[in-house]
């Protein structure tokens, strides 16, 4: 049996009620002039509560991937703050190519939930911008 992880599940429910609110708003939209005013108007609010359920998923997903992290936040400060501060005042673009591509790595594997890349990804940036090692 495959480990749960919460913050895909509350991900997938997002879209879920996400799409269903659209399919009620073009339900609703479609069907206008058929519906009476409280008609629209009931259905205008549902596709709202659905869209707000769908946004506290989001919420709950982005949570869950917070407590994932946690053990890595203050690397993933760290290193963003040292990316931040490189690109201010670098000419290099090569250099500056490889920071920003390692800082969309890593937001990637954070937003994703991929925490077990996050640590390599907080290496690979810190990489980018470090000065490179000599012999």
């Known amino acids: 049996m495959m480990p749960i992880d919460p913050a895909k599940q509350a991900e997938e429910l997002a879209q879920i009620f996400f799409s269903l609110s659209n399919a009620v708003d073009d339900f609703r939209l479609r069907n206008f002039g058929s519906l009476s005013p ?3 108007q009931q259905l205008k609010e549902q596709a709202q509560a659905l869209d707000n359920r769908a946004q506290q998923f989001v919420a709950d997903a982005l949570g869950a991937i917070l407590r994932g992290i946690q053990s890595h936040l203050s690397s993933i400060k760290d290193a963003t703050r040292g990316a931040e501060e490189a690109l201010r005042h670098l000419n290099d673009v090569a250099k500056g190519l490889a920071i920003v591509n390692a800082a969309v790595a890593l937001v990637g594997s954070i937003a994703s939930g991929d925490l077990g890349s996050v640590g ?16």
């Open 38 to 40: 409280a008609q629209q």
């Open 120 to 135: 390599g990804g907080v290496d690979t940036l810190i990489q980018a911008f470090s000065p490179p090692k000599k012999p």
